[in-house]
């Protein structure tokens, strides 16, 4: 069952490690736009359940729909050509290859999509100018600060213009100021481009800038939307 | 928040009306819950009868008289003594959500769908809040952060209480 008008959609899913349940039937679903908080305590799924709706992690059990496309019916090219197109990804730390310059992490995606590399890096200069970090071009990732590295790692998800954005703690290294300017920078970002977000998080002032939000218990989800 | 101190520190920078003394209170301080004009009326007086302020000039022209009123040294001295000395932190023991909690296991009501509409309830404010800020000026920021933070620890005392509920519930029953 989608709810209507929704781009990601899942439902029942189950995930077992072994002798652990990491998710026990849980749901979720996203429209274009929408910001969504995942929340709960350490532990109860919610890096599991965000794996699954990317396509990283395939659940034991239950569905998944992108677009109204089931993941689990596509071959595995289709699913990384699928997540390299439409998905961007921020985590909490070490996305960034240390090798590049912060302008070429930021075109690396753009590239692996097999834009030109003068194209790929204007379009990663605009990014970058965006979340503030245009001063750090040349720079290396080792050279940077943790937040700023931070915005660049957003600038790079979002520079292949995905419709779902997937972020896990990304302000969990952070200082709440620079938390809160990244997750600023990020929704503004994320609303003009018209991309959905799960925002996996635990802190609520992060939480309080999506549109609403999931608790994830025991492997399971709650729609807190209906707790009132 | 003493009324009387903030509108006696407003008096330092030069003598204002009482019209004028709300308007700038307001403004600056207000935010959601203006003065009312009796207040302001009621606290002048006051500060009047006990000398921290007088009256720096009166006008007549069309319409009800206007006072002006400066601030005394005594004021002067009064709100240095007020700025100087640390408030009182909260000392949050007297929690209604606590009470609720104990009295929803009490009385066999469902205690986590109650704390989690509360969760909900209180994210739904953040949300209000941080918006609120986003579009605000530094002052705006600043106020909205003070009451996020508080909103921010009652929500992390949410879900502590959610996550020991089933022991809360042993204890209180059987105590
Ligand atoms: N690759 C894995 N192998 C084995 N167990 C795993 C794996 N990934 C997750 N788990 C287990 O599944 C459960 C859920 O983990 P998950 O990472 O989804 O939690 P989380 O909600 O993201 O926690 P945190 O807030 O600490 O990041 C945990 O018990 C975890 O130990
Ligand atoms: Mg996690």
């Not at chain 1, 072994?18 to 679903?29: E, Q, R």
């Not at chain 2, 935010?31 to 006990?50: A, C, E, F, I, W």
């Not at chain 2, 009123?69 to 929690?95: F, R």
Request: hydrophobic share 40%; net charge negative; aromatic share 6%.
């Amino acid at each position: 069952m989608t709810p209507a008008g929704s781009l990601l959609t899942a439902s029942g899913l189950r995930k077992t490690y072994g002798p652990t349940t990491a998710l026990d039937g849980a749901d979720f679903s996203i429209h274009p736009g929408e910001v969504v908080a995942v929340m709960g305590p350490s532990g109860s799924g919610k890096s599991t359940l965000l794996h699954c709706l990317a396509g990283i992690v395939k659940p034991d059990e239950g569905s998944i729909t992108y677009n109204g496309r089931e993941l689990a019916g596509l071959p595995d090219a289709a699913l990384s050509a699928l997540r390299r197109s439409e998905f961007g990804f921020v985590f909490q730390f070490g996305q960034l290859v240390p090798e590049l310059t912060c302008v070429e992490n930021v075109a690396l995606p753009l590239r692996l999509n097999g834009a030109r590399r003068k194209d790929a890096e204007q379009t990663a200069r605009t990014w970058m100018e965006r979340l503030e970090v245009d001063d750090l071009l040349g720079k290396r990732p080792g050279e940077v600060s943790g937040g700023q590295g931070q915005r660049v790692a957003v600038a790079r998800a979002l520079a292949t213009n995905p419709r779902v954005l997937f972020a896990d703690e990304p302000t969990g290294a952070l200082d709440s100021l620079n938390g809160e300017r990244v997750m600023e920078l990020l929704t503004d970002a994320a609303r003009s481009t018209n991309a959905a977000v799960v925002l996996v998080t635990h802190e609520t002032r992060v939480a309080a800038y999506s549109d609403r939000e999931i608790v994830v218990r025991d492997g399971r989800s709650r729609d807190m939307e209906r707790a009132v | 928040m003493s009324i009387g101190h903030t509108l006696l520190g407003l008096l330092e920078s030069g003598p204002r009306h009482g019209y004028d003394l709300k308007r700038t209170f307001d403004e600056k301080f207000g935010h959601d819950k203006p003065l009312h004009y009796g207040q302001v009326y009621s606290t002048m007086s006051r500060l009047l009868k006990n000398g921290l302020v007088e009256v720096d000039g009166i006008e007549t022209e069309g319409g009800p008289e206007r006072k002006r009123y400066a601030i005394t040294d005594a004021g002067i001295t009064d709100v240095e003594t007020w700025l100087a000395t640390p408030e009182k932190p909260e000392p949050y023991l007297q929690s209604t959500l606590y009470t609720k909690v104990v009295l929803a296991l009490l009385t066999d009501r469902d205690a986590s769908e109650m704390l989690d509409s509360q969760r909900a309830e209180h994210l739904r404010l953040m949300r209000i809040l941080t918006d609120r800020k986003r579009k605000g000026d530094l002052a705006d920021q600043l106020i909205c952060d003070h009451a996020l933070f508080h909103l921010e620890a009652d929500l992390r005392w949410l879900e502590l209480a959610a996550a020991r509920l089933n022991k809360l519930a042993e204890e209180v029953r059987s105590a």
